[in-house]
């Protein structure tokens, strides 16, 4: 997609180092973005100074009890004028100079509506979530829509905002992110925009880095809240079975496992495979939890103080 205007959308929070590694190598980009839009929780942690030596560079400030995976991002498209919104977040790292233009060549197809990029394990990244980065993020492209479905289920919707490009005339028609979401704002707009007729790309070539060493109580955490936001949303969620890819990619961890030799690994494999498990099916119960049992199962406690408030 040539001459269009790209803007980059990332909300942070305590930003750091990491964060100015970042607009470092956005600044450095071959297609460079129009304006970079920094929604920022709570003013007090944001550096003064920061900003200084980037002239493409805006921040917008709101309160934590304000912030919303979905409602957050929502505002900075609408702060947008651009064609397409890449979403990013603060910890991933473009590998090279070309993530912009290698997201935008995906729109180069006029059916694709969302394009998302490969995500790369970072340094110190374990040997069993280096799988799982390659396992969720192969080497090759692809484009799914509709006629995907049947085989691929629920990861036909898959899309990241860790990075993801979006049309933001697509956006807007289809209402954007959902205004209050736990997690998963991503995905539920790219089932919604695959409903649509529209396609979502994923750019193989377009490199971040990116990963977590996550325990297996924080996948626990991490799949309850995914679990939720799917179950709140049945219109774009309901009907598809999402258990038969975690099935696949514990069976192929475990065999990686024994390929390199690491039998030991397989421990690992499975007990975070049964935090994911244990998550997402209680994830998908919670309606019928206790709010204290909700409050220690989330990662996200403050938005169910917003939905009891």
Not at 128 to 156: I, Q
Not at 251 to 264: A, D, H, N, V
Not at 280 to 302: A, K, S
Request: aromatic share 12%; with cysteine.
């Amino acid at each position: 997609m040539t001459h269009c205007k790209v803007d980059v959308l990332i909300p942070v929070y305590r930003p750091g180092a990491q964060l100015e590694k970042l607009l470092d190598r956005l600044k450095a980009q071959a297609y460079p973005a129009d304006r970079i839009i920094l929604m920022n929780t709570e003013e007090a942690y944001f550096p003064s100074g920061l900003l200084e030596k980037y002239e493409n560079v805006e921040v917008h400030h709101l309160k934590k009890e304000d912030f919303d995976h979905g409602g957050t991002r929502d505002t900075g498209v609408w702060l947008s004028r651009a064609d397409i919104i890449i979403c990013m977040t603060q910890d991933a790292l473009p590998a090279d100079t070309h993530l912009i233009s290698e997201l935008l060549r995906a729109f180069d197809d006029s059916s694709v509506w969302a394009a998302y990029a490969r995500q790369l394990p970072r340094k110190g990244c374990r040997e069993v979530e280096r799988y799982t980065r390659s396992f969720n993020y192969p080497a090759e492209s692809c484009v799914k829509g509709l006629a995907d479905l049947g085989t691929l289920g629920v990861k036909t919707y898959f899309c990241s905002n860790v990075c993801a490009a979006w049309r933001r005339d697509k956006y807007l028609e289809f209402g954007g992110f959902a205004k209050r979401s736990i997690f998963n704002e991503d995905m539920i707009l790219a089932g919604q925009l695959v409903q649509g007729g529209g396609k979502i790309a994923y750019c193989a070539d377009a490199r971040v880095y990116h990963s977590h060493n996550y325990s297996a109580l924080q996948q626990f955490h991490r799949n309850f809240d995914l679990a939720v936001s799917q179950t709140m949303h049945p219109e774009v969620f309901g009907g598809l079975r999402s258990e038969s890819e975690g099935i696949r990619l514990v069976e192929k961890s475990l065999r990686y496992c024994m390929r390199i030799r690491k039998p030991w690994l397989m421990l690992q494999v499975l007990t975070q495979s049964a935090g994911k498990f244990l998550g997402y099916r209680m994830g998908q119960r919670y309606e019928r939890l206790p709010h204290r049992v909700i409050r220690w199962c989330t990662m996200n406690p403050t938005f169910w103080e917003k939905e009891n408030g």
